[in-house]
């Protein structure tokens, strides 16, 4: 029974590799369908046969309750972007120089970039463990689950000498007609439409329950790999990818590889540009990478991207449709904002029926009028926006503020001096109540990731949850009861409600919701001040010390503080039990860059310039603005310019972004 089994998953995988890889089917769906069933019967009789890389387990998972962290062994960089020709020619140009070659003698290879998400998926011995997504690059989420599902990812390499690690890098992505097979159901399911095919992956990738991604019809294809220990030599990326394809993977299509020399580019991007809209998947670029693993070795990264390899992205995309009606949507903070609502165009890709129109000084300036003509843009992954009037609509109805929030009812009111109008009707309203609410609970802050959006606005309509505070007196019987909930749910997200009270303080404060205070300016302020009474009982000028705080989003804190409505709030909280350590305090003794001047530049990966600035005068140096001779250190990031050029020329010392963390490890 095993060597059958076994051989009928044999013949499943090659059938699906086929299938899935190679887009050429060579068996009937009935006789397919007869072997999976054959197959099922088997693992049901025996179960303790059931063996990791059979096709039935790529379904069927159970749903993930967290999402787990992974700590990637290899960095999952990114690239850094060229708009036209001459920037994609010169950064060639630059890496020519550094080696001291001649452009035109460049191996280059030229793939899709695909748009999706960057996925790594780990094989140890041949088997796929895990798979993971970027994330910050250092650190991704575990989405086996879900990965598992999409069938071109082989389970098991096709080689009977697998390496004992592989790690596979790629992008996992929807194809179009996926794409809009699934928006086709979401719309007579009546549940969420994807404005694009990478949002569509993304969301189905990050499911927690992975039998939706089961009926999404993804596709993965490699660009690369991470970590490696097995017999191959490789001397070019192209290998790797001829490597890739045999062990099972599919082949990025319209890849090439020729010299770098400017005609070579230009030809390329043309033939890509008008070979776009033919692609089964949607691409928003080309990558350009250095050919030659030597050769790329010796250029090195800056920061987070490589310098052997760019993306040439497309430019956006624009086309003309009806201004139908503008709707006022009011958000966390009681802003509302106008949002075109659109004859249906197909852009780049994508169905796009409704735009964003920033303000009412924006439709002023663009001297817009419902049933106009308008030209819209969509570009990459940013909300489309309208960008201007084509033609006058023959009837053209004002565009007008409603005088009374269309939520609450309450009256809309414009502060002196900015573009917003706001809904007067602050935690009374319920669109700023929920949306606070989800505001605090979600990932980003509170992370009670049981608690979704949707149980927020059900549990806002039953009256359970009418401000933060209240979510610390739910029951389970708020919850048990709800239609689609049970005993279990109601306890899953009392679980996760109870985990969430530890926390941190520049947590908590981005969690209020304070108007314009992100999760950064949070973070910043709790570290100033290190503790909640002092950042209570800070004045706007006290504010205005804290380093990146400017005025208004200084003057929105103290305001907020100053509130008795939040003030109840936030003791409701802390009485509720939510807690957390007070920043700690850098003793003197512990400024081992006490007197050093240091210099920021170029855009850092890991860490923002505020979280960087932060470390390093907590160390005690001063950073500038500028470099001079007075300076002891520059810290160059990604795209780093003439600050950096201005250091090599005065010979001061120059540590990108990994040497200064590692340095900054060593101090502290
Ligand atoms: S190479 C070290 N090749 O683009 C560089 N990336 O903007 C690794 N992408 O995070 C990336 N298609 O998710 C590479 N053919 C391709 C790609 C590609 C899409 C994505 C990838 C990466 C992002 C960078």
């Known amino acids: 029974m095993n060597e059958h089994y076994t051989a009928l998953i044999a013949q499943i995988n090659d059938w699906d590799h086929a299938y899935y890889v190679l887009d050429n089917p060579v068996i009937s769906d009935a006789d397919y369908d007869q072997a999976f069933k054959k197959l099922l019967d088997i693992e049901t009789q025996y179960p303790d046969l059931i063996s990791p890389d059979s096709p039935s387990q790529r379904v069927g998972a159970k749903p993930i309750d967290d999402y787990v962290k992974i700590k990637h062994s290899v960095r999952m960089l990114s690239l850094s972007n060229a708009f036209n020709l001459e920037e994609t ?40 463990t895990y798979a993971a997504t970027r994330g910050d690059g250092q650190i991704g989420e575990d989405v086996t689950h879900t990965i598992k599902t999409i069938k071109s990812i082989p389970l098991k390499l096709n080689t009977p000498t697998p390496p004992k690690e592989l790690e596979v890098r790629g992008e996992a992505f929807m194809p179009k007609a996926a794409f809009i097979k699934t928006n086709r159901l979401a719309l007579e399911n009546d549940s969420r439409v994807f404005v694009n095919p990478r949002n569509a992956a993304a969301g189905t990738i990050r499911q927690m329950n992975p039998k939706v991604a089961t009926e999404r019809d993804l596709q993965f294809i490699p660009y690369g790999i991470g970590a490696y220990e097995g017999d191959q030599q490789f001397t070019k990326h192209s290998e790797i990818l001829a490597h890739l394809q045999q062990l099972g993977f599919r082949k990025n299509p319209e890849s090439f590889a020729f010299k770098g020399d400017f005609a070579a580019f230009t030809d390329n991007y ?82 796009v029926s409704n735009a964003t129109l920033h303000n009412m000084d924006e439709i002023k300036r663009l001297d817009l009028y419902i049933g106009d003509d308008v030209e819209i843009q969509r570009a990459g992954d940013v909300i489309p926006k309208v960008v201007k009037v084509v033609t006058a609509g023959s009837q053209r109805d ?58 927020v606005d059900v549990l806002y309509s039953t009256g359970a949850l009418k401000n933060i505070a209240d979510i610390y007196s739910l029951t ?90 939040n003030q109840a709030i936030i003791e409701a909280l802390i009485a509720a039990g939510v807690t957390w350590p007070d920043e700690p305090e850098t003793p003197a003794t512990e400024q081992p860059l006490a007197g050093e001047t240091w210099v920021l530049t170029g855009t850092l990966a890991q860490l923002t310039r505020s979280e960087a600035k932060a470390i390093l005068e907590r160390l005690g140096a001063k950073v500038a603005g500028s470099v001079s001779k007075k300076t002891h250190c520059v810290v160059a990031g990604s795209e780093a310019g003439s600050k950096l050029t201005q250091a090599e020329t005065l010979g001061i010392k120059i540590l990108n972004e990994d040497e200064f963390l590692a340095l900054v490890k060593q101090e502290t």
């Open 89 to 128: 020619f010169a950064f060639f140009e630059k890496a020519a120089k550094d080696l001291e070659l001649n452009p035109a003698d460049l191996d280059i290879f030229s793939e899709p970039k695909l748009d999706g998400l960057a996925i790594t998926l780990h094989y140890d011995n041949g088997l796929l």
């Open 270 to 351: 043309q033939h890509m540009e008008n070979l776009r809209l033919e692609l089964p998947m949607e691409i928003d670029g080309i990558v350009y990478k250095v050919d030659d693993l030597d050769l790329q070795n010796r250029l090195g990264f800056i920061a987070r991207s490589p310098k052997w390899a760019v993306a040439r992205k497309f430019p956006a995309q624009n086309d003309v449709t009806q201004l139908l009606a503008v709707d006022f949507q009011v958000g966390r903070t009681g802003v509302l904002t106008p949002v075109a609502r659109l004859t249906p165009v197909f852009v780049g890709g994508a169905t």
């Open 398 to 455: 004002p565009i007008v503020m409603p005088e009374h929030c269309p939520v609450c009812q309450a009256p809309v009111e414009r502060t002196e001096g900015q573009a917003a109008y706001r809904c007067t009707g602050g935690l009374t309203c319920a669109a700023q109540a929920s949306e606070r609410i989800k505001h605090y609970a979600s990932r980003k802050f509170m992370n009670i990731n049981n608690l979704g959006t949707k149980l």
């Open 476 to 565: 389970a019987d708020d919850i048990a009861t709800l239609e689609g909930q049970g005993d279990k749910s109601a306890q899953n997200v009392l679980d996760s409600i109870e985990a969430s009270k530890s926390t941190t303080l520049g947590t908590f404060v981005g969690a209020l919701g304070i108007h314009e205070v992100g999760e950064e300016g949070a973070k910043t302020i709790a570290k100033y001040f290190k503790n909640l009474p002092a950042i209570q009982a800070a004045s706007v000028e006290d504010l205005q010390q804290v380093p990146d705080i400017g005025p208004v989003m200084a003057q929105n804190v103290a305001h907020f503080f100053s509130d008795e409505k």
